[in-house]
Structure formats: C-alpha cells, structure tokens
C-alpha cells in the first residue's frame, strides 16, 4: 500500500463509483508516488499529465506555494519522467506544463528519457491578453505557457474527428472490357493492366460506389504514395493504360485503380473510393485561453480560487479528447486544484491524482465535494467514489 493516502478524503465520498471507472488521490511527492505506482501501475495509463513547479524562483504571484525554486529541479523532474515512461502504456501520451524559463531543460530531460523521436510538438498556450500587463517592473510582457507532448511509441496518433468526403466528388466509374489483362509483378505487386478498348471510364451522378479522380499533379505527385508510386513504376508503361494495383487501399477496396498519361494530358490518374476518403480533423497547437483565464477561479464551485497557475477545465478537456477514450486511466501529479480530477469524472475517465500540499489536497477535496453535490460551475451532480 502506497504511503500518506489522505483517509479523511476517502470517508468524504462515499457515492457508488462510476461504472468502469476509478479515482484516487494521494498527498505524496511525484517522485516518490510515481516510484511506489510502478509496481501495480506499470504501463497501465494512458495519459500523464505534468504541471510541475516551474522554478521560477519567484518569490511572490503565480506558484509560489510551490516553494517554486529548487537546486535540484532537473534531477527531480528527470525521475519523474522516467517513472512516467514506465507507467505509460505502449501508446500512451506524455503531457507536460511549463513557461519559458526551463522549457528546453524540460524538453532535454523528456528527450533523453522518450527519444527526441517521440517527441510530438509544442503547443503554445496563450493566457494573458497582451495589452494587460501586470507585472510592470518585468522585462518583456510574457502571455504565453507550454505544453510538450510525447509519446511513448512515435508511431501512435492523436484520436481525432473524421471529415467525412464530399459525396458529390464521387461521380466515376470503371468499367473493364475483358478478363485476360496483361498482368506483371512490380514491388511485389501482382498488377493488372487494361490497354486502350479494354475498358471504359464513365463520368455519372455520384453515388456511394463511384470513384474520385485526382489529378496526379504537384505534391500528390512527390508527397502521396500512390503518386509517387505512379511516377517510379506505373508511367514507364506507356500511355493510356488503366492499371489495377493490390495493396494500395488496403483499408478499402483493397486495391486502386490509375489511368496513365495521354497526348493530351501528360499528367496521371488514380481514383479513389469513398472506404478511404474523408481525412482526420487534426488537433491544433493555435490554443488561445485568454478570455477563459480571468473567470478560471470559477470552475470547482465555491472555495476553489486557486492561486497559483490554476489551468482551465477546457484546456484539460482537450487534452484528454486527443489522447485518452472513456475508461482510460490517467494520471496527474502535481494536482495543484484537481482540474484534470475533475474533467476525467466528468469525461468517464479514471484517474489517480496527487500533490505534496495541504492546501492543495484540501481545495481538491472541496472540489470533489462540490462535484458530488452539484455545486460546480456547470450544476451537474456527479456520481463517483474515491477509492484507497
């Protein structure tokens, strides 16, 4: 059993815990925590979220619970990591929270720990207006914190929205005129090829079933594989041929067809079907927070007016759509005021909080209660339990 669980806080929620989901909250250090979670936790959450201190070594404003200089903060922060790596699942997300001040010795750290390979992107987030400084003795007006994202294995992707196809693209079909195509063996690829009055391309109302034409043209000729796949093998054909190639929609039709270049167009062809069409709405790193942050204080309810760096559920709440589903456990150390506790309730996530503060544990647990009680800012009553 893990040291210094807060069993006041245990007694204080005692509604049926959401199905499939748990929580926990614990007043540890993240290192010492994350250390004692490898033995039952180990590649077992699908999302970390960091929001450590970020040695400021300011004395006053923003953080300074934190005692929010350290000696010793690169060396704390690299184990941290590390645990992190080892708690993560294989296509589990690293998310970490920090200004300027020590964000390339952070990235370094996440790099030599993940692999600068796995390293996603910055996500700049923007958090005062520009014209309302504050801090009048500062030497530039600094309107922006970080987030760097990792993964543990570089080939995972966010979860993201498909943009379905526009079916009114979809207005070709192809018809072949014979059975005995002339057929050859190209990359392993057992392809068939239709010469002119082998078969015919018909131009009709678009339905489910017809095909997109592209124009093989520009990038779709040196940045898409089906392009770059015609201009190496398929244009040394010769022109006008209709060719059949396996293995190029495999989630599809499981094939694609391409037309060659004629006289009168030196370009190619290759159809697409609508198996394969939309594209993934991609998350963005344009986040802009500046008109949430001022009423942030509101967010938990009553009594939830923390001071130092306090992040919007909104922000939380992005993070998690592009990296976890429902039931995925989650993970936040430095829990500062539990938002990331309470957007996974809210977003049938589970979850295992902590902080090294005892304010910081007893806002948390405010916040719960107010969670429990419908007393957050949205009303809503929420039912959970926080286990031991």
Partial sequence: MIDNVIQEQQQAVQAPAAEGNNYKLFQQEAATLTRALITGYQEAFQLIYLDPPYNTKRARGSRKHYRDKSAHWSEQLHEVVSNTYKLLRRQGFLVLSINQMELFNLKHICDTVFGSEC??????????????????????????????????????????????????????????????????????????????????????????????????????????????????????????????????????????????????????????????????????????FTEIVPNVYKEGGEGIDFKDSKKPEQLLEYILSITTQENDLVGDFYGGSGTTLARCIKMKRSCITSDNGVEAISIITRRLANLREGKDIDGISYDFTLES
Avoid: C
């Fill in 119 to 288: 390293f996603i992107g910055l996500f700049p987030v923007k958090i005062r207006h520009s014209e309302r400084q504050l801090m009048i003795n500062a030497t530039y007006h600094d309107v922006y914190e970080y987030l760097l994202f990792y993964r543990k294995d570089k080939q995972t992707r966010f979860y993201t929205e498909q943009k379905h196809p526009r079916l009114e693209k979809f207005d070709h079909r192809i018809e072949t005129l014979t059975d005995q195509p002339e057929r050859r063996t190209i990359q392993g690829k057992e392809i068939e090829i239709y010469h002119p009055g082998q078969y015919k391309i018909h131009r009709e109302a678009p339905t489910v079933h017809n095909l997109r034409r592209y124009i093989i043209a520009g990038k779709l000729a040196t940045a898409n594989w089906s392009g770059e796949f015609f201009e190496r093998h398929l244009r040394p054909l010769g022109d006008n041929l209709l060719v059949r190639v396996p293995g190029l929609e495999n989630e599809g039709l499981g094939y694609r067809w391409f037309q060659t270049q004629t006289a009168k167009r030196s370009s190619g062809v290759y159809f697409q079907s609508t198996l394969t069409a939309g594209r993934p709405v991609l998350p963005t790193n344009d986040l802009d």
